[in-house]
């Protein structure tokens, strides 16, 4: 432990020396010294080669687009971020809309396509979504950075070259703008809702009463007042600046009064009302279930504006075949079923599901893989049921970001077992606040004079960016980790081809015609859970060769060990469906037994694993 940790150090010490004597020549100098070599620039539209990484230092990579991954963009950033992408990189990226929030805002979508390859709407694609919940926004940003990591390496990294040549992806870093907006202006603290108002306190009005950040510093904060000797709560002594409710029969010296607001309605409550008050992923028909069952239902499945749009796109996209959502926070990587009563996937499908989380396990230090219902909790009516059980669509959710990364050391772990350590868990979120991030996460008390309750102090909260978000400076790697393990789902998604093609004469003008059909992937091209509810269309494995006529046509059990071979009893054998789609990591050989002349052309087209074929020479 001991060296490496030393050198670790040591790099960075090295590199903050340099760092500091580079920006020292600079301004000795005014200006970079006239003889310095000019950084390459790559030229618009031009797909780098590998020279100019070797050209250029390793630190010093050019990037034809910078963004910054180490803050929050609101919609209109994301946006603005997109459209400078798309121009950027036009032939790949195409800047859509999946429709309007009901706040009016666009569901901006990316689609990431090589046209070279082909439509992608014939390759098996990759949907990727954000911020369902308004105050879970830094999937925002790990989109964002997925769409700019794709195109910045593309002809660069052999691997992401394929991946983009092989694949389309859909991308939309927020599907809840108006919670984002929310969030990341007004005092949306920890709104997961969207705005479709929703008469939460049955008065006949709609979101007439939410939370008000009364001394306008951006954040809903806790409002005390200072009662000497007639209180219920006392400063900790852990942590003065935190209040700790008195023991029985004791009193202390302040009164907590509620979150920061005032009563806008006179019904004597305060903050009873905000906009929306639901949840927008409880909106979709797997499992949906009433408000009476599961609060913030709404009335019925894709009542919301933006659940309706993000499932018109997913029915009109049957080629997706892997879905990501991404959320904050806990450090997990989840998928369905959102409910137990639901009932375990099949055993193939799980065995997909477990291959994929427990690698991403492995990408994702802090991260376990978990099911919904048994690792977080009950959700009905989820998107991940939805996607997987309806669309069939392999599907997970990430809980981007885990509390345990503020001290990420094994050492530091250890340490935070003694409570008395000042990184124990009631005061470490101080510690880190006041080493870490200067005082900027949390608001002290201050005096406030309300309308309702008079002399009152109003402070004592970590900001909306401290608990659920990273702090700013890690989030690239949050970004990047994440991306990683989506990519690597992307990447195992099916994908056919055709593979050895042997042909035998047998008499004048009959062949016998052994074809291998791969799936090189972990994921079988309909799963399980999809084939039962019958969601997905067949495959299709057809023949056409002119003038030709397909005999017989079977299933060779082990193409090494010669034996029966079980024919397929279909009626037409040159279009043979095949329900159960193919297995992952796969390899499946046909025999046929034709009649004819020429050549034959073998196609195998799934509707999620892509469209192979080959043409064969009978002879
Ligand atoms: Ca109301
Ligand atoms: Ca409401
Ligand atoms: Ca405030
Ligand atoms: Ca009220
Ligand atoms: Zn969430």
Redesign the pocket.
Known sequence: MMPRTFRLIATSALLTALAVLASASMSAQGKPSGGATPIPQPQAGAVRSAQDWASAPSSERTFKVRLDFNRWHDVAELQADMRTLEKAYPKFLKYRSLGKSYGGRDLALMVVNNPDTGADTTKPAMYIEAN??GN?IQGGEVCLYTIWYLMEHYGRIEAITRLVDERAFYIVPTVNPDGRDFFMRGPGGNA?TGHMPVDDDNDYQFDEDGPADLNGNGVIEQIRKYVPGQGTHRRSAADPRSLEPVRPGETGDYILLGQEGVDQDGDGRVGEDGYGSYDP?RNFPADWQPNYVQGGAMDYPFQLPEAKAVNDFLIAHPNVAGLQTY??SGGMILRSPGAEQTGEYPASDVRVYDEIGKNGERMLPFYRYLVIWSGLYTVHGGVTDWGNDTLGILSFSN?LWNGGQYFNSPDLKEQQKDPESPIAPRVANYFFNDHLEFGDQLTEWKPFTHPQYGEVEIGGAFRKTFGRVPPRFMNEELCHRNMAFTLYQADEMPRMSIGEAKVEKIADGIFRVWVDLVNDKVTPTILAKAAANNVVPPDLLTLDGKGVDVLSASWVPNKWRPAVAPMIDQKDLTRIMIRNGQPGRSTRTVQYLVKGAGSITVKYASVKGGTAQKTIALQ
Request: glycine content about 0%.
């Open positions: 369902i919940h879970e997961r992923n959320h904050n809980e």
